[in-house]
């Protein structure tokens, strides 16, 4: 577990990270969302004694992460895959982490494996891999030490759909053997799918934390995507229900929740063909959090 | 995922407080971290090749000496003063690869999570950076019984007898003071291009431009080998290599300047530096 404690860090008169506390647990993937230049890095740095914290503190399983000897049999790291010497190959930057850590070479075979990197691309030098191999290779070298608990900055970022499903896999199984995972990212929708709990940081504070469900449970007002055979009929008996109604691709977007719409269209015998929560709901809930923090004004926040 | 070795697996117990058992946990041994960092200095392309061609260089200064020199300066301690001196400009930058690696290819990110005690580190990449100069040293002194065979056969007289000073002064000392120079300029710049100019500005520039003042001022002359450390460690290969007290206290005064405090500094800020 890492549990994290009014951590403060400044630079200068910046204050990066500002009396930033919480836990994550085992058994659980916590997702560290938030803009970028939010403080989700520094935060991660502090814990891994990358950087010295101005105030508060990070312990990891109970002990700061400078006591754990031999830390990477017990902390899995992953802050930056593109940080690794460029004229290494693959093979060669897994094989100096498990020598450092005491690991047979066969353990490095079972992590390129894992992380689907075959013979060819793991000699590759590190230059002319693609970002989301870097990705792998990182999280390969992450888990090499067998670790009860990953500390992940973005790893989802440049993998294709298809890695960013075989991630969640991967953090889900390790998650449900009982490790604690702890990843950052900038995109809502990447740490929707695989966390369980979200942290949500801005400016170098947390604004929300909790499971999707409790941070959703303070959002009120719902909406609904619905689509029926007849989406003309649905809008007119919608609308004189009170219900906000807009066109959106091939159906319609409801203000209203998913129940209410079924219950109408079973009153007045329209066929649905698609009825589901818009998850518009946890994105909104993100933007307005941060919204004082964003880089960009967005269009609609602004009027 | 049954892809999923022992990989995710966490150790049992772990799991229901979250706490980690460190009981059976032992720190990685500095023999391991040294071991790594004398395999970073050689598994890149720049590091190997630099390595080879500093040898391959050595063997080609000592053919063309063979052929070049007088028929009385071809002894075995000839070749091994003319090896010492060209390994001694280029060993400092191995050296600096070695350190500045790990902010400029950035590295030392993981370096640094895998051993946050950082000052271990530093030992390791010191054991590391001994170990291979003392190594290439040797190759060196190898090197240099070819470049005296081939004098031997070009008509020159076997002469194998190495005077002491010259092999512990001009060879081991000097060399070793340079891997020093080497650590001491790549920790306190932590650029490996800043720090290959930085020693060149050192080792090639600041020598003529103290010669130049020396040359217009006579006093500038006397005080020069106080203050700079490359004139002051010229008796250690001219002459009987043999410096007296006085150029002893010249090595020391500017080796404290040019070698100690800047190392002393380099080290500390090593040890604070935020890896990026």
Known sequence: MIRVTALTKSYGHFTAVDDVSFEARPGRVTGFLGPNGAGKTTTMRVMVGLTTATSGEVTIGGHHYRDIPNPGRHVGVLLDASAQHAGRTGREILSLGAETMGLPSSRVDEMLELVSLDARESKRRLRNYSLGMKQRLGIAHALLGDPSVLILDEPANGLDPAGIRWMRGLLKGYADRGGTVLLSSHLLNEVELIADEMVLIGHGRIVAQGTKEELLAGADHRSTHATSLDNAQLARVLTERGHAVVAAGQGLRVEAAPVEIGRAAAEHSIVLTDLRAAEGGLEDLFLSLTSDTQRDVLEGAAS | ?276
Do not use: C
């Open chain 2, 1 to 276: 995922m049954s892809a999923i070795p022992h990989a995710a697996a966490p150790h049992a117990g772990t799991a229901d407080l979250g706490t980690i058992d460190l009981s059976s946990s032992d720190a990685v041994p500095m023999s391991r971290l040294a071991r790594v960092e004398l395999r970073k200095a050689l598994d890149t392309r720049a590091g190997r090749w630099f390595t080879i061609a500093i040898l391959v260089l050595v063997l080609a200064v000592q053919v063309i000496y063979a052929f070049a020199a007088p028929e009385d300066a071809l002894a075995y301690g000839d070749f091994l003063g003319v090896a010492g001196g060209v390994l001694g400009y280029f060993m400092p930058i191995l050296i600096i690869m070695l350190v500045t690696s790990e902010a400029s290819q950035r590295n030392g990110l993981v370096t640094f999570t895998l051993e946050p005690r950082r000052s271990r580190v530093v030992v390791a990449k010191f054991l590391a950076g001994f170990a291979l100069a003392i190594a290439v040293m040797v190759l060196a002194a190898l090197i240099a019984v070819v470049g005296t065979l081939i004098g031997i056969a070009t008509g020159a007289e076997a002469q194998w007898s190495v005077d002491g000073n010259l092999l512990f002064n001009g060879f081991v000392l000097a060399n070793v003071i340079g891997v020093l120079i080497g650590f001491a300029i790549a920790t306190l710049l932590m650029n490996t291009p800043a720090a290959i100019v930085g020693y060149f500005v050192y080792s090639l520039i600041l020598p003529i431009a103290v010669g130049i003042l020396g040359s217009l001022s006579s006093g500038f002359a006397d005080v020069a080998p106080w203050i700079e450390f490359n004139t002051a460690q010229t008796p250690l290969f001219m002459g009987d290599y043999t410096p007296t007290g006085e150029e002893w206290a010249q090595i020391a005064t500017s080796g404290l300047i040019w070698l100690v405090l800047p190392l002393a500094l380099g080290i500390a800020r090593l040890m604070r530096i935020e890896f990026k």
